[in-house]
């Protein structure tokens, strides 16, 4: 086992993008940021400056942080922010992980440029389970906006209303020749006839889903979430925001230039996105450089049945620890809603529908973020930070409106707190996410710090224990789960990692409005099953 040392500053950039010129918040002068690499049971130790002018954190999305809750990252979780002019060194250990896993701000929208890759390769001697490719790239989709985005999300929480979407989808910080002033900002892969490709996909964009193409060619998805899965050939996959997808790509056409393309999935109505692509290209050694590329036909933005095809298909490889019982059962409604009007000018902050207030919530909660890190606050045993109330079911039952399925279960005026849940070392834990909302439904990518979870089921409507048939045999084992348009979606997992854990819709928007809640594991008995004590640099809020 070997240890990666990375040095990250974050830092402003001045950049010039979509006809503007703009000041961006970003890790070593770099957008995207600077690769992380390393080998499956390698220590990274990451030193963090902020040279910014905001508070910022850095969190590695899907790695597990066994035993290392303390270098998770989400403000106020597991850490009061490292403020401008301050330092903190995550350091962590890769432990029975590979594969393509990306770190991420979590604090306010940063996330949209702060970002990058961290790409973890097997253990030396131990083979993919699938064809090595001739060569891997890292596509990274992202959200571009020309305004300054702790200012935005500053904004969109005083109107009470819903946000603008972003100006631009961006392949690798690339908008291509679809937006203004971008002809020749594109990003290009340039392959070899008859060669195969990794492409390890991540997806990074604030307040969208989208899918993702290549014009002609099939993509072969081995890996989600940053474990394998058994091989699904598919002309496209979605991703949500926090999920990873690797995909092999074979240059088997004739040569040529083909268009790569990412565009909206949005199937939620009345919310404002922008339905246009971000083009990249696939150009084949040999290909007229000039000549016109294939275009890439990429499904309907509210085509859910796309979305549920590569759901469906999806199987995990390494299956054998599903939890076959359970002690554990959560049934978590998640949605967005609408609360009055308390302001007393409402034309500058009640601009949600029929003049109200957006909230999201998990069980009737929109979560609240403390002042100091839940999990500071829990390991010191100091009251009146959080409560140990979230429910195991929403407290106000939701009603069916007329009782049909796929229509969206009521939940309105939803309670704040920052409520937790305990749950016992070791305990087989299940969660049914149900999605609901009174202003509309959509796709809702529910992560889980701290752990991957079996996806043992998901449906449409709403979730019904007399009938569900899970897959116990063979489900994905992911991170983040996009919890179906009006539909649900079923979890499992061993609650053995102690800590603080943060779990939320990874759609930044949603964050914002409190759909989320912490989960609190307690220790086991031997030291192994015990969290350490915090790191001495840990910042103070
Ligand atoms: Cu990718 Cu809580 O984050």
Known sequence: RSTRFYDFKIQTKSVKKLCNSNQIVVVNDMYPGPVVYAQEGDRIIVQVTNESPYNATIHWH?????????FDGPSYITQCPIQPGQKFTYEFT?????????????????RATVHGALIVYPKTGVPYPFQFPYEEHIIILGEYWNQDIVQLERQVLASGGGPPPADAFTINGHPGPNYNCSANDFYKIDVVPGKTYLLRLIHAAINMENFFTIANHKLTIVEAD??????????????????????LVTADQPVGKYSMAMGPYMSAQGVPFQNISA???????????????????????????????????????????VPKEIDTNLFVTIGLNVNKCRSKTPQQNCQGPNS?????????????????????????????????????????????????????????????????????????????????GTVSTENHPIHLHGYSFYVVGFGNGNYNPQTVQFNLVDPPYMNTIGVPVGGW????????????????????????????TAIIVKNGKGHLETLPHPPADLPRC
């Not at 890769?94 to 940063?110: D, E, I, N, Y």
């Not at 899965?229 to 690797?246: E, H, K, S």
């Not at 919530?361 to 100091?382: D, H, R, W």
């Not at 309105?412 to 834990?429: F, H, L, P, Q």
């Open 226 to 247: 940053a474990e394998y899965t058994q091989p699904l050939v598919t002309d496209r996959v979605m991703l949500g925001p926090g999920q990873t997808i690797n995909v």
């Open 489 to 516: 979606a079923a979890i499992r997992f061993v609650a053995d990692n102690p800590g603080v854990w943060f779990m939320h819709c990874h759609l930044d928007v949603h964050q914002s409005w409190g759909l989320g």
């Open 356 to 436: 109200g207030t957006f909230a999201a919530s998990m069980n009737n909660f929109s979560f609240v973020k403390p002042t100091v890190s839940v999990l500071e606050a829990y390991y010191k045993g100091i009251e009146g930070y959080y409560t140990e109330d979230f429910p195991g079911a929403p407290l106000k039952f939701y009603d069916f409106v007329n009782g049909a399925p796929n229509n969206a279960p009521r939940d309105t005026n939803a309670g704040n707190g920052t409520r937790t849940r305990v749950i016992e070392y070791g305990s087989r834990v299940q969660m049914i996410f149900q999605n609901t």
């Open 94 to 110: 890769m432990v029975k992980q590979r594969g393509t896993f990306f770190w991420h701000a979590h604090f306010s929208w940063l």
């Open 279 to 321: 083009v990249g290209y696939f150009q084949y050694l040999g290909a007229v450089t000039n000549s016109l590329p294939s275009p890439a036909p990429l499904p309907r933005f509210n085509n859910n049945l796309a979305v549920q095809t590569i759901m469906s298909g999806l199987k995990g490889l390494n299956t054998s620890n």
């Open 62 to 70: 899907g790695v597990r942080q066994i035993l290392s809750c303390w």
